[in-house]
């Protein structure tokens, strides 16, 4: 039992509305299996590892990322907590190492949700205006695909996006699965409609598509003698290569986890869990191959690296992803406007679950009394960190500004390696849980082994994570690993701890003890 004094109340507030297939939403939501996630599979592979089998990669990111999810699978249901593994590295840890971790992570995700604001316009934007335009020969569409992208329409656009999906994710727990669960329909139709697409052509239909599309002079031999001519040469595929882009392919399925975070709102937590966060891994990675290899088939891995390598001699106005050679496939216009349609919707689907991830971490913090306490208001209408949300929605407007008028983003923040450490500390607890607070785990399966089975699950992840973490840092592929982007990485761990003394010392001269209020779990 909590000592309920050390905390901010003697209730979250927080209630159990979520269902097994709501936390399903949620992980799924921020994985996102769908076209996005197998043409960013394909476009960072490409571009990061040239021959690497995105295929196999993607096979080798399931069995690295398995253990990862039995992990919190466990852990979820052992501590069903807001904040998941915040709260469980502070208790199974130790207090400062637990909230560095949560604060990392949470800036992770904000800071993401403002380059996916920003990606929105410069790529996923772009690419559904160009394939209409094309589709119809509309000239101002084509003209419009290129304006979006201009930082300042951009930055824009981008913010619709982000205060849309904070809507979205602060409208109260009924609200926010009916519209994600629309939105995952939209998109899974949307998906299917692209497999159908490839599925139904071959590599000498795609030929003979991109000769001339949209009444272009480009040709699918002229594409890839540009590239020759820039001194690109074909890699073939080879295993090295592929074993080096498992990070990205880890990185793929990240997501399948984030139901953790709000694990205390969610109901028989302990049979639901497993269907929500196994449930979308083995989904996405099921979509992710199909797309994967019928890309391959269709498509094949020649031309996108050839696509790639043109860079800005690539004669269309859309980036060479395969949402825009998709669209060279099809002449139905019902079937280019669906799966357009789900690809546009992409990121108003995933924001809203990394904010609602987000906003459980910053309620966690409050709740502890590390944060303001008026972060963890819960609004008496929507049963819902409101005020949490609003920080999170401007720290990420922040992220977007840097995003849109900046590179620094992209060339300092390495968000791979971030998670990384978060999750090598959250399969530690899963490795020292059944030693340290043995009652919270004995209704696990392999509670009573010698060595139990979630320490054994939490050994195999913390060695995959170390792993993850030290590609991330050492290959410029996977993350950004210059010193100044090291300096960063660091400078974002030891702003929390900074944080923690500055929190510390403020709540110990007004009679709030941390080191009391982290020695116990706080309430569901």
């Not at 949307?190 to 052509?201: I, K, R």
């Not at 390598?309 to 050679?325: D, E, I, Q, R």
């Not at 004995?442 to 939490?458: E, N, Q, R």
């Amino acid at each position: 039992m909590a000592n309920k004094t050390v905390f901010l109340r003697e209730a979250t507030g927080l209630i159990r509305n979520f269902s097994w297939f709501d936390a399903f939403l949620i992980s799924s939501s921020v994985i996102l299996p769908s076209v996005w996630s197998f043409a960013s599979q394909i476009a960072f592979v490409a571009t990061a590892d040239p021959g690497a089998d995105w295929v196999l990669s993607e096979h080798f990111g399931l069995l690295f990322t398995i253990p990862l999810a039995l992990a919190y699978v466990f852990l979820s249901t052992s501590m069903p907590r807001a904040g998941g593994d915040y709260i469980w590295i502070t208790r199974g840890v130790n207090s400062v190492v637990g909230f560095m971790a949560g604060w990392s992570f949470w800036i992770s995700i904000v800071a993401v949700v403002g380059i996916e604001g920003f990606i929105n316009s410069t790529v996923v934007l772009p690419i559904a205006l160009a394939s209409f335009g094309y589709a119809s020969g509309n000239q101002f569409l084509l003209s419009l695909a290129s304006a979006v992208a201009i930082p300042v329409n951009a930055f824009v656009l981008g913010l619709v996006v982000i205060l849309v999906s904070a809507v979205i994710a602060g409208v109260g727990a009924k609200v926010f699965s009916r519209i994600m669960t629309i939105l995952f329909i939209i998109i899974m139709i949307s998906a299917v409609l692209s497999f159908y697409v490839l599925g139904t052509s071959t590599h000498a239909d795609f030929i003979n598509a991109v000769n001339g599309y949209g009444g272009t002079n480009m040709t699918y031999t002229g594409i890839i003698n540009q590239a020759q001519s820039t001194g690109w040469s074909y890699v073939p595929l080879s295993l090295n290569l592929t074993l080096m882009s498992i990070p990205l392919s880890v990185l793929l399925y990240n997501g399948q986890n984030f139901a953790a975070a709000a694990a205390g709102e969610v109901k028989n937590v302990r049979h639901n869990m497993a269907y929500a966060i196994l449930g979308s891994l083995f989904f996405a990675w099921i979509i992710n191959i199909i797309g994967t290899q019928l890309s391959v088939n269709v498509v094949g891995y020649q031309f996108v690296q050839a696509a790639f390598a043109v860079g800005s001699n690539w004669p269309l106005v859309a980036p060479p992803w395969m949402p825009l050679f998709i669209s060279m496939l099809t002449n139905n216009f019902a079937i280019l406007f669906l799966i357009q349609l789900g690809w546009l919707l992409t990121f108003f689907w995933n924001i809203p679950g990394f904010l609602l991830v987000a906003t459980r971490y910053v309620f966690a913090f409050s709740f502890d009394r590390i944060f303001p306490a008026r972060f963890a208001d819960i609004n008496e209408k929507f049963r819902f960190p409101i005020k949490a949300m609003i920080l999170n929605a401007v720290c990420a407007t922040i992220f977007l500004i840097l995003a849109s008028f900046t590179s620094y983003l992209g060339l300092f923040l390495n968000s791979v390696a971030i998670w990384s450490v978060v999750w090598l500390l959250g399969s530690l607890v899963a490795v020292v849980l059944p030693f340290r607070r043995n009652s919270l785990v004995s209704h696990l399966p392999g509670a009573k082994w010698k060595i139990p089975l979630v320490s054994i699950v939490g050994a195999i992840s913390a060695i995959f994570m170390a792993a993850n973490f030290f590609f991330s840092v050492t290959e410029p592929a996977i993350g950004p690993s210059t010193p100044q982007a090291d300096a960063i990485l660091a400078g974002i761990f030891i702003t929390g701890v900074v944080y923690y003394v500055a929190s510390y010392t403020i709540n110990k001269r007004q009679g709030v003890d941390l080191k009391a209020v982290y020695s116990e779990i706080p309430p569901e």
